[in-house]
């Protein structure tokens, strides 16, 4: 008789005892979930902070924050709930919780990397055929420190410490610098983009401020003719 109370007391907390297990095993891996997702926002949040640095004139801030904010809201919601009631572990609020945490964390990220894509293209890579050009065909004086700070720049990703947030607005400056000195950005830079694009008008090459640029770095040799 006494091994069947002990028997039908242990088929009694068994059901208690498997939903301890089971909130136990949830605890675990949420735990682990949040941890990695913690990680994951401080990445975005260091990432916005280094886009921040470089370029100044965007307010990645306002495009990245909110996503980050949804995040950290939902992870609270999440704290409270459980503290409250450790059984909505076993929820599937608790999940749902976790997917628009996960996806916070995606967009904030994506957002990051489609900002400084954006910005290192209109910064470097508008400039990249024309410095080419600068370096293998005009053989032009600064060209090939330009092409360099070109290559380096344009598959830099984002920063993830001051030292190469420090490197990559120095050349970048030294990018702006260059340009200025070849004066790429006035009428000679527009010329040498349709001369690397679809061609440019003989008559162009008359303009005193392009012809000036040409005796300058003696490149009427490197220019050819040709009659469509």
Not at 121 to 126: E, L
Not at 144 to 166: A, C, F, H, S, Y
Request: with cysteine.
């Amino acid at each position: 008789m006494t091994d069947l109370k002990q028997l039908k007391t242990r088929f009694e907390k068994y059901p208690l005892q498997k939903k301890l297990r089971d909130i136990s095993d949830n605890f675990d891996m949420h735990t682990k979930t949040l941890s990695r997702t913690r990680l994951n926002l401080t990445q975005v949040y260091n990432q916005m902070n280094a886009i921040s640095q470089v370029f100044p004139d965007i307010n990645c801030e306002a495009k990245v924050r909110p996503s980050l904010e949804t995040a950290v809201r939902e992870a609270n919601k999440l704290y409270e709930e459980i503290d409250k009631d450790p059984n909505k572990i076993l929820s599937t609020d608790t999940d749902s919780i976790i997917i628009k945490m996960d996806e916070s964390f995606k967009k904030g990220s994506n957002d990051c990397r489609s900002l400084w894509e954006s910005k290192i293209f209109d910064s470097v890579r508008k400039w990249e055929q024309i410095i080419n050009v600068i370096h293998f065909k005009l053989k032009a004086k600064g060209g090939k420190e330009l092409k360099e700070l070109v290559d380096n720049l344009k598959t830099q990703g984002i920063p993830q410490d001051k030292k190469t947030i420090d490197r990559v607005k120095l050349s970048l400056d030294k990018l702006r610098k260059g340009i200025e000195s070849l004066e790429l950005s006035g009428p000679f830079g527009k010329f040498l983009e349709q001369v690397v694009g679809e061609g440019a008008s003989l008559k162009d090459v008359f303009s005193k401020e392009i012809k000036d640029k040409i005796e300058e770095h003696n490149l009427w040799n490197a220019f050819r003719v040709i009659i469509n």
